[in-house]
């Protein structure tokens, strides 16, 4: 009992003497190696706070190779948030090699926050299913647009960011927990925003008679946004879409357009 006593007491001591900072290393990394997925997915998202600090850039990038898709999605996220530049790299092979849609996702929304313009080339290809070269997407990449699960995981975020409606809210989740891609190639138009590229910008005008309404509206509030009144001819058709949400969209945008 004595013993035990003693320990205690040392432990004690030893924790007494950590700095606030020292502890805060060790409780994240603690959590890194934590066997339990959701400790391990809070640990690396915390570490996204932790900006222009090497060691815990390493410890993200670490977590990129974890065995659990879910922690390797926040590592990703992470190293965004902590404008990881020297990461890109990394996040590339994550976008190349991994299986699971979210993780690929996230790091290409991260390699997009650190200002890669490779993040264009994935977006761009996810909205058109074909790479700017022509060169068609293999399989596996198109399989990934059918993960409703991912879709599911990504929270909506990125496929709801571009309603210009609260109330489209709703039917955007209804339209979202089907089996189709929509969601996630409305965030992919949306991502193109910011695009310098000519074929984005034809890529955007073709993708405004899309299949899917909610591809369509977001195609043409990323036209409105980019502010290029040459695509307006793509949008001018959509004033009589057979979608009330296409239709106030595209009103919006030949308004914003004809300025």
């Known amino acids: 009992m004595y013993r035990v006593m003693a320990i205690a007491v040392w432990a004690a001591g030893i ?15 603690s959590g890194l190696k934590d ?7 809070k640990a690396v998202r915390a570490l996204g706070l932790v900006v222009n600090n090497e060691r815990s850039r390493k410890m993200a990038e670490t977590a990129l190779a974890d065995p659990k898709p879910e922690v390797r999605a926040a590592a990703a996220d992470a190293l965004g948030q902590m404008g990881a530049k020297a990461s890109v790299p990394k996040l590339i092979d994550a976008i190349k090699g991994d299986k699971d849609t979210a993780v690929v996702f996230a790091s290409a929304s991260a390699i997009s926050t650190l200002g890669d313009p490779r993040a264009f080339e994935f977006y761009y290809a996810v909205l058109m299913g074909e790479r700017k070269t022509g060169e068609s997407l293999v399989d596996s990449q198109m399989k990934m647009l059918q993960d409703k699960r991912a879709v599911a995981q ?3 975020q990125a496929g709801l960011g571009f309603v ?22 409305a965030a992919a138009a949306q991502k193109l925003i910011r695009d310098s590229d000519p074929k984005s910008a034809e890529a955007l005008m073709k993708a405004a008679s899309d299949g899917k309404w909610l591809v369509r509206a ?16 793509a949008v001018l058709p959509r004033l009589d879409d057979e979608n009330e949400s296409v239709r106030f969209t595209a009103a919006g945008a030949i308004l914003r357009l004809s300025k």
């Open 15 to 29: 924790l007494a003497a950590q700095t606030p900072v020292d502890r805060s290393w060790s409780i994240l990394e």
């Open 35 to 41: 066997q339990a997925m959701e400790r391990r997915v």
């Open 154 to 156: 990504m929270g909506l």
């Open 164 to 185: 210009p409606f609260g109330s489209l809210g709703y039917t955007v989740f209804k339209t979202a927990t089907k089996d189709d891609s929509s969601p996630v190639r």
């Open 218 to 233: 977001a195609v043409i509030n990323a036209i409105a946004q980019r502010g290029d009144s040459k695509s307006l001819p």
